[in-house]
């Protein structure tokens, strides 16, 4: 499997590199820092998938992924991976094989999921035409894809249990999300909820943003950061408890970034 990774920070760049070296019948061949380089080198090496970041600041990932449908036709599109620290959650209604995502910072064990579906994919693609089912973008399929990027729909509710009783939560009501004991406690404005999901699960499927290794925090949720030791943060929530959630040094990136501060 050829890849390009395309992403303007040379951290996540190398970071990336470094995880998808370890994979089996991986090859990176080429790396862009930026969209303009990212629509020169693509054409010319033709990677089968293309991890592409889409906060950029000379063109986006988005615009990428139009411009090269433009040039190269569904034919020679690669199969594309979204990279991105902000919420994802319009991703969930994609055809897996025809386009995936990761979140920032990347996790070993989501991205050994995704190269498992793109080599899945790939190999749909050498079938012949009557045999595969959709693996190919057309463009109304981009589109659409893009678009739900651009807008993202509506989240849909989770379900909790409380009581004997199945309550469901809205996304917008939830604060935070935590480790406790044996369950993951998810706080809401005036409850709280012991879930057996996992962080991960919340993650991907309400758009929460990681702080620690522990916890998850609703970034609309968030009334004050303030400043802890060796480049630390606690953030202060807008529950009636004011609770304090850590931003360990790891997420620190990432977590500024969904914040756009």
Request: a negative charge; aromatic letters at 6%; proline letters at 5%.
């Amino acid at each position: 499997m050829r890849v390009v990774i395309v992403d303007d920070e040379s951290p996540a760049r190398d970071e990336l590199k470094y995880l998808l070296e370890q994979m089996e019948n991986v090859d990176i061949i080429g790396l862009a820092r930026n969209g303009q380089e990212a629509l020169a080198i693509i054409p010319e090496l033709r990677p089968d998938v293309v991890f592409l970041d889409i906060q950029m600041p000379d063109i986006s990932g988005l615009s990428v992924a139009r411009e090269l449908y433009q040039r190269l036709g569904p034919e020679l599109f690669p199969l594309l991976v979204f990279a991105t620290a902000y919420d994802q959650h319009a991703l969930e209604a994609f055809e897996v094989n025809a386009a995936d995502y990761v979140l920032k910072p990347f996790s070993e064990e989501r991205l050994q999921q995704t190269v498992q579906r793109l080599k899945h994919s790939l190999q749909e693609r050498g079938c012949p035409p009557e045999q595969v089912e959709g693996t190919r973008l057309d463009r109304e399929k981009l589109d659409r894809i893009l678009s739900l990027l651009e807008s993202p729909s509506p989240k849909a509710k989770l379900p909790v249990e409380e009581n004997e009783r199945m309550i469901l939560l809205n996304a917008e009501e939830i604060v935070f999300a935590g480790i406790e004991g044996r369950h993951v406690l998810i706080k809401t404005l005036d409850a709280s909820y012991a879930t057996n999901y996992s962080l991960s699960e919340l993650e991907e499927r309400l758009g929460l943003v990681q702080t620690h290794k522990s916890y998850l925090v609703n970034k609309e949720m968030v009334r004050e950061i303030v400043p802890w030791f060796n480049g630390t943060y606690n953030l202060i929530m807008n529950d009636r408890d004011r609770s304090q959630i850590p931003v360990s040094r790891t997420y620190v990136k990432s977590v500024k970034q969904a914040l756009k501060i």
